[in-house]
Nanobody
Framework: QVQLVESGGGSVQPGESLRLSCAAS????????MGWFRQAPGKEREFVAA???????DYGDTVKGRFTVSRDNAKNTINLQMNSLEPEDTAVYFC???????????????????WGQGTQVTVSS
């Protein structure tokens, strides 16, 4: 069984940066698409970024140009570098993995089979 554990969340001021990490265990996920989603209170879970097995990436429109997703297959982890953070980025951030191999970087929540517990990111002055 795949387990995903996020880390790196916290509280920052607008304009600052944070780096989230997601460590996978249970099986190697180098052939699988992995993604980041976020959910603010009272809102739907929203796509943030995804990266597939050949490092093709996709970003949500609200984070494009500010966030960067990357993967380290040797460590079975993915990272999300978040720059120029805004109060609107405040949310719980979830890591997810697609159980199928060799797929595209998808925005669809239903394409992901495994989810982490989430890590809180708060951006406030």
């Amino acid at each position: 069984q795949v387990q995903l554990v996020e880390s790196g969340g916290g509280s920052v001021q607008p304009g600052e940066s944070l780096r989230l990490s997601c460590a996978a265990s249970g099986r190697a996920l180098s052939d699988n698409t992995m993604g980041w989603f976020r959910q603010a209170p009272g809102k739907e879970r929203e796509f943030v970024a995804a990266i597939n097995y050949i490092n093709k990436v996709d970003y949500g429109d609200t984070v494009k140009g500010r966030f960067t997703v990357s993967r380290d297959n040797a460590k079975n982890t993915i990272n999300l570098q978040m720059n120029s953070l805004e109060p609107e980025d405040t949310a719980v951030y979830f890591c997810a993995a697609d159980g199928a191999r060799f797929g595209p970087p998808t925005r669809l929540k239903n394409a992901y089979d495994y989810w982490g517990q989430g890590t809180q990111v708060t951006v406030s002055s």
